[in-house]
């Protein structure tokens, strides 16, 4: 292998591991938001239970008589479910729109890595504007 060559092939070195970077941050911000989807989801069964509680009171009010604060409790705390509960649907869509953009980018780096360790391992082989053609052919970014 000649000089100029491996230098190329060190520069491809250097680029994989720069996209290997790269594919690490995604993923760390995948992780990161899936994170947030589930403190979401948390927000969006808060008051779903809340709600329940206050509805088994007043139907064991109901038995003893009935009471008109429980009522309102209830209607105010429904209120309150239905105006968090749209919040967090919103923010649940805007969680998952944000989500499916960083993996699908991961997804394309890790295929870029794949064939450029393809490309690398048979480094020893063939020709070298080949190689180079080769890997010119799996960046897609």
Avoid at 66 to 91: D, M, P, Q, Y
Avoid at 110 to 127: H, R, T, V, Y
Wanted: charged share 30%; proline share 1%.
């Amino acid at each position: 292998m000649t000089m100029a060559e491996m230098e190329s092939m060190e520069g491809w070195k250097q680029e994989a591991f720069t996209w290997q970077l790269r594919i690490n941050e995604v993923e760390e911000r995948v992780a990161h938001l899936q994170r947030e989807l589930e403190i979401v989801n948390f927000i969006i069964e808060q008051p779903e239970v809340k709600v329940a509680a206050l509805e088994l009171c007043l139907q064991s009010g109901k038995k003893k008589g009935g009471s008109k604060e429980v009522g309102c409790l209830i209607a105010a705390e429904t209120e309150k479910f239905e105006h968090w509960n749209s919040l967090s649907r919103i923010r649940l869509r805007k969680a998952k729109s944000v989500l499916t953009e960083p993996v699908q980018v991961a997804a394309s780096l890790k295929a870029n890595i794949g064939q450029l360790q393809l490309l690398f391992n048979g480094a020893g082989e063939g020709d070298a504007a080949i190689k180079k053609a080769r890997y010119e052919e799996t960046l897609i970014i």
